[in-house]
Every structure is written in structure tokens, then in C-alpha cells.
């Protein structure tokens, strides 16, 4: 499918040379133009959607993505919604999917685990590999991450402590440490996370999520909010059962 793009922010063929990089992985073939300042994509990839494609412009500069007036994509019909959501979080829930799966197998095959110890390995996995992803590009998380989390925004101390954060608490839920510190602290990174979450929502910014670092470009959504909030929620329930 062609898709076609108005541009804002470009300026010359500097401009014109970073976005057509930028767009190049998205389809077959692609022009960009300064006059008129447009982008056309022939052959776009299934995750060649609008959200991502300005989240890959915007990394290469201040610019601006915008459907051109009769053009479509094919995330703008009922079907499109379902086939660019799933190409577009494609990794992330894999990566869910594994932990999930990994996690119910342990369980299985080890007699009188109660429901809260799936959980702790399952909170375990997560952190340990959602950390992996981050410390990979340490810099360009920080990047990413200062850019919509409240707290991080004000500190880059904490954005760089982030990843470690989260291997401490995988280790921590792997080990059993001190389960209520353990509890309470990741209740009070989640829900700060989610916080940061909403209000990029509600201000209805067109950012990259930072949950899997900058390996795979996922835009910020509601998907990243039930992630903090489901994170938050079952070291909220372990701590209700141990009280």
C-alpha cells in the first residue's frame, strides 16, 4: 500500500535527506520532497503507521507528520485498527507472552506453589527483561524516558537509575528479599510510571514509550498504562495477603 505524508519543519535538502533516512525501514520505497513538502511511501510495511512513522521523524529532527488530504492508511479502517495494533506491539507482547508462558510452566511442575509465588516469578521476569532492554542503549532510554515520566523529566539522576531499579527489584522478586520492601517499592515506581503515563496521554503527545528502551520504536499508548497500572496493581494484591 502507498501511503502519502504532508511534512512540516523541513527547510532543505539536509532536511529532506534526514527524513527520507528516517521513513526508509517503513517501506519499499521512499520519496520526500522540500516542494511540496511531502513524503511518499510505496509499499509501506504493516507497521508503517502514522503514530510510528512521526515517532521515526521526530528522531531525525523537528519535524512533522500529517496525512495529506485524501490520502489513507490503513489503521484509519475497523480492520487496519486490529492489524497495526498487533504489528506495532508485536514485540512487546511476545516478550509478555513468553514471561506468561515461562512462569505457568515453572508453576506446573512444582507441587503446593500458591497463586502469589507465580506471581512474584512472573514480576521477577518482567523486571529482569524489560531492564535488559533498557540497559542496552542506556542514553537513548534516558533520552526517551525524560520525555514523558514525571519524575525523570526533573531528575536524569533517576532516569539513569531506572534500569538498575528494575534489575533490583527482578532480582529481588527472584530471591524472595524482604517481600514487603520489595512490594512497596515497585506500588510506588509503577504508579509514578502510570502518573507520568496519563498525563502524556491527556496532553495527547506523539512520544516514543521507553518500556523496552530503544531496540523496538513503540509509541506511547494506553497499552504502556495497563502495563504500570498491572504492575502496580499485583505488588499492591502480595501486599494485602501478606498483611
Known amino acids: 500500500m502507498d501511503k502519502t505524508l504532508t511534512i512540516s519543519g523541513m527547510h532543505c535538502g539536509a532536511c529532506v535527506a534526514r527524513v527520507t ?79 506468561i508462558g515461562a512462569t505457568w510452566l515453572v508453576h506446573m511442575q512444582t507441587a503446593n506453589r500458591h497463586w502469589h509465588e507465580w506471581m512474584s516469578d512472573f514480576m521477577a521476569g518482567f523486571f529482569l527483561v524489560f531492564s535488559f532492554f533498557k540497559l542496552l542503549n542506556l542514553r537513548g532510554f534516558v533520552q526517551a524516558y525524560r520525555g514523558y515520566d514525571l519524575v525523570a523529566a526533573r531528575s536524569s539522576a533517576y532516569a539513569y537509575a531506572y534500569p538498575f531499579i528494575e534489575l533490583a527489584l527482578g532480582v529481588a522478586y527472584l530471591t524472595r528479599w524482604n517481600p514487603v520492601v520489595t512490594h512497596w517499592a515497585t506500588l510506588i ?40 497500572i498491572s504492575m502496580a496493581a499485583m505488588a499492591a494484591v502480595m501486599l494485602v495477603n501478606i498483611a
Do not use: W
Open 21 to 99: 533516512r528516517a521513513l526508509t525501514p517503513f517501506a519499499k520505497e521512499v520519496q520526500v520532497t522540500l516542494e511540496p513538502p511531502r513524503a511518499v511511501l510505496r509499499g509501506a510495511h504493516d507497521d508503517a503507521s502514522l503514530d510510528m512513522l512521526q515517532i521515526a521523524a521526530a528522531g531525525a529532527g523537528k519535524y512533522t507528520l500529517e496525512i495529506a488530504p485524501s490520502a489513507t492508511f490503513a489503521a484509519d479502517t475497523g480492520a487496519g485498527e486490529a492489524s497495526g495494533f498487533f504489528a506495532t506491539y508485536k514485540p512487546l507482547l511476545l516478550i509478555l507472552a513468553f514471561l
Open 189 to 228: 515506581v509503577m504508579t509514578l510510571g502510570a502518573l507520568g503515563v496519563i498525563n502524556a496521554l491527556r496532553k495527547r503527545q506523539l512520544i516514543e514509550c521507553a518500556c523496552l528502551g530503544t531496540v523496538f520504536k513503540l509509541p506511547m499508548s494506553k497499552v504502556t498504562l495497563i502495563e504500570d
